[in-house]
């Protein structure tokens, strides 16, 4: 299989995505919900579209699973998974935190990661096996081995009114515990920017797959380690996910362990 030839369509497919975001970013004439405050704009549809038009022409036997579009058929053993734009609401309300994901699954193994900010024009990229780049720079994750000394990120899930009974505590105790907490919107960001060295630690649950696939294999290959809330390792079908340099690893799962009591500082 050759992965350079995947990158390589995949970054022309985001980019195809960014082009249509970049055009309709403070643009927008349709907004509407799937959920109370779930939104889709024809920035997502047009996206979705774009990318998946550019992928197909190249490999028109793989399959898809894209946000808006669900699952398309094609070789089960080898399909994209695709955000044509994770930050939707930052979009719709002109907030510069959003992004394309787009990952590659070969033998059900996510193998190729494409993350990329329209806006500030980041671009996050791994291979499977060959490391995690910023802009073709490499990356990795942060050296910090204190929570104390910590930045950390969360994200709320779209049913977050219904699930507040585990959320506030969960912030409540991360955000005594650390030196700061940050929600940026997008799950792909916050994987990246533990990727990347600026956070120490993300975590959030009810997530799909198109949030995380390509997030969280830069992230692994940056040096992150992954697990769900029990520290078993993840995977796509998990809806919990904590995301973390390592070092605070253990102390994050004892933060989110609600059956625990919790000594912060």
């Known amino acids: 299989m050759d992965l350079e030839h995947i990158q390589r369509i995949g970054l022309a497919a985001a980019y195809k995505g960014s082009n249509i975001l970049t055009a309709k970013f403070g643009r927008l004439t349709q907004i509407r919900k799937k959920g109370a405050i779930d939104l889709v704009t024809e920035a997502d549809i047009e996206s979705e579209k774009a990318i998946i038009e550019t992928i197909r022409s190249a490999f028109p036997d793989h399959g898809f699973l894209a946000e808006e ?42 193998v190729c990661g494409i993350v990329l900010n329209p806006i500030s024009g980041e671009l996050f990229t791994a291979v499977k096996g060959e490391g995690a780049f910023l802009n073709g720079v490499p990356i990795s994750v942060s050296s910090v081995e204190h929570l104390e000394e910590s930045l950390l990120v969360t994200g709320f899930p779209y049913n977050v009114r219904d699930t507040l009974q585990t959320i506030v505590p969960r912030v409540e105790s991360c955000l005594t515990a650390s030196q700061g907490l940050r929600r940026l919107g997008s799950a792909a960001l916050d994987l990246c920017y533990v990727a990347c060295g600026r956070f120490e630690a993300f975590w959030e ?56 009591p919790v000594k912060t500082c």
Request: hydrophobic fraction near 45%.
């Open 69 to 110: 579009s669900g699952m398309a058929q094609g070789d089960p053993g080898q399909y994209w998974i695709i955000d044509p734009l994770d930050g939707t609401t930052n979009f719709a309300h002109g907030v510069g935190l959003f992004c394309i994901s787009i990952a590659f699954a070969a033998a059900g193994r996510i």
């Open 205 to 260: 649950e009810h997530l799909k797959p198109w949030d995380t696939a390509a997030g969280w294999l830069i992230a692994e290959e940056a040096g992150a380690v992954s697990t769900d809330f029990s520290n078993r390792p993840f995977d796509l079908d998990k809806k919990e996910l904590l995301t973390s340099n390592g070092k605070i690893h253990k102390e994050m799962l004892a933060l989110l362990d609600l059956n625990k």
